[in-house]
């Protein structure tokens, strides 16, 4: 069982909507990370909060909008998307700092932008 | 160049034999290196970690790494079905803390 929980596991939305995606873990882990996996892709970086700071957004679209309300949980706020940002997205955590490759991943929420 | 390459496979070994996975990275000031295993349809998991040449064995599992030749690599031997997955080299450059992941190997393991 994974210690990194998203919601929900699977997402369907039209471009005009505005949903959310959430993760939370109690690991006492400082650093908490959101990636996008497409089919057959590795996991690219979206943002990195270190301290519950964002510390690196890896040039995201302004549709995609990170929240940080404590070290346990993340959001991610999804709104006008279009049909290419359809894909796996992934929160991770890691102790310590996010100087760290030692990630540990939540099961996903796949999204699909109709 | 890629920073991180690997031969995108798939793989195949038959059950019970040696299967090894390569790697290569671009930026030799690069510290840490990371193996994740990511069964279809799932998330990524941390099976190894290495940050010094030479070999770490974690059970079944062996991480190599080779800093001067740029090179990392997996072994697991008595290779099961249930190793079937795709197989991530994620390396951390030198003054970064930006992970960067190859585009991994799928690796599939025959009865």
């Known amino acids: 069982d994974t210690e990194v929980t998203q919601t929900p596991k699977h997402l369907v939305m039209g471009m005009t909507n505005k949903k959310s995606l959430k993760c939370e873990q109690h690991?006492?882990?400082?650093?908490m990370y959101w990636y996008k996996q497409k089919a057959k892709k590795p996991p690219e970086l979206m943002f990195v909060?270190?301290?519950?700071?964002?510390?690196i957004n890896e040039s995201v679209p302004s549709r995609f909008s990170p929240e940080c309300p404590n070290s346990s949980l993340l959001n991610l706020h999804l709104h006008a998307l279009q049909p290419e940002d359809s894909a796996l997205y992934l929160c991770?955590?890691?102790?310590?700092?996010?100087?760290?490759?030692?990630?540990?991943f939540g099961e996903g929420s796949r999204l699909t932008v109709l | 160049q890629k920073e991180v390459e690997q031969n995108s496979g798939p793989l195949s070994v038959p059950e019970g034999a040696i299967a090894s996975l390569n790697c290569t990275y671009s930026?030799?000031?690069?510290?840490?290196f990371f193996w994740y295993r990511q069964y279809s349809g799932k998330s990524p998991e941390l099976i190894m970690s290495?940050?010094?040449?030479g070999d770490k064995e974690d059970g079944r599992f062996t991480a190599q790494l080779n800093k001067a030749s740029q090179y990392v690599s997996l072994l697991i031997r008595d290779s099961q079905p249930s190793d079937s997955a795709t197989y991530l080299c994620?390396?951390?450059?030198?003054?970064?803390?930006?992970?960067?992941f190859g585009t991994g190997t799928q690796l599939k393991v025959e009865l």
């Open positions: 991770a955590s890691s102790p310590g700092t996010a100087n760290t490759g030692e990630l540990f």
């Open positions: 690991m006492g882990h400082r650093a």
């Open positions: 909060y270190s301290y519950e700071k964002l510390s």
């Open positions: 930026d030799r000031g690069s510290q840490s």
């Open positions: 290495i940050y010094s040449n």
């Open positions: 994620a390396v951390r450059p030198g003054g970064g803390n930006k992970l960067t």
